[in-house]
């Protein structure tokens, strides 16, 4: 996957962001059409290994360029603390979810997400456990998200 050489590809590219479309990349890792009904139970964004993706291109770009997630995913209150701790700097949401989302980054406190959901996303073995803290986490800083 371009993911994993997402570095490569910024500095040789010249580019100043990437943009992962959560959509396609969680087909991809998971090999799971969302779309036929014979895998997309599999399907799941927040399954640790299309996370530990995110994570290793941030990385690998941080200081570089900027990154950015586009699909469903960045539309979920749920996920917003994880993208965020993950390293992802902006989230292309649809118009009928920026109040949302907006409402729920204003809350996160990026001192903490960071570190919890780099620890999060290493000892994870399922997307309930993501899930699970994410809810936790949104609770304990006062938001109110219904996914």
Do not use: H
């Not at 960045?74 to 649809?94: Q, Y």
């Not at 997400?113 to 999060?120: G, H, K, P």
């Amino acid at each position: 996957s371009a993911a994993l050489l997402a570095r490569e590809i910024v500095e040789k590219g010249g580019l100043s962001f990437i943009s992962f479309g959560t959509n396609d990349l969680t087909q991809y890792v998971l090999a799971a059409d969302r779309g036929n009904p014979r895998v997309s139970s599999i399907y799941d964004e927040m399954n640790p290994a299309v996370l530990r993706l995110v994570r290793y291109a941030a990385e690998r770009v941080k200081g570089k360029a900027e990154v950015e997630v586009c699909g469903e995913m960045a539309s979920r209150g749920l996920a917003v603390p994880v993208l965020l701790g993950l390293g992802v700097e902006v989230l292309s949401v649809a118009p009928a979810f920026v109040g949302r989302v907006k409402y729920v980054i204003r809350r996160v406190k990026m001192s903490e997400v960071s570190e919890q959901v780099r620890e999060l996303v290493e000892r994870a073995a399922t997307s309930s456990e993501v899930r699970a803290w994410s809810r936790k986490y949104l609770e304990s800083v006062g938001a109110r998200v219904l996914e």
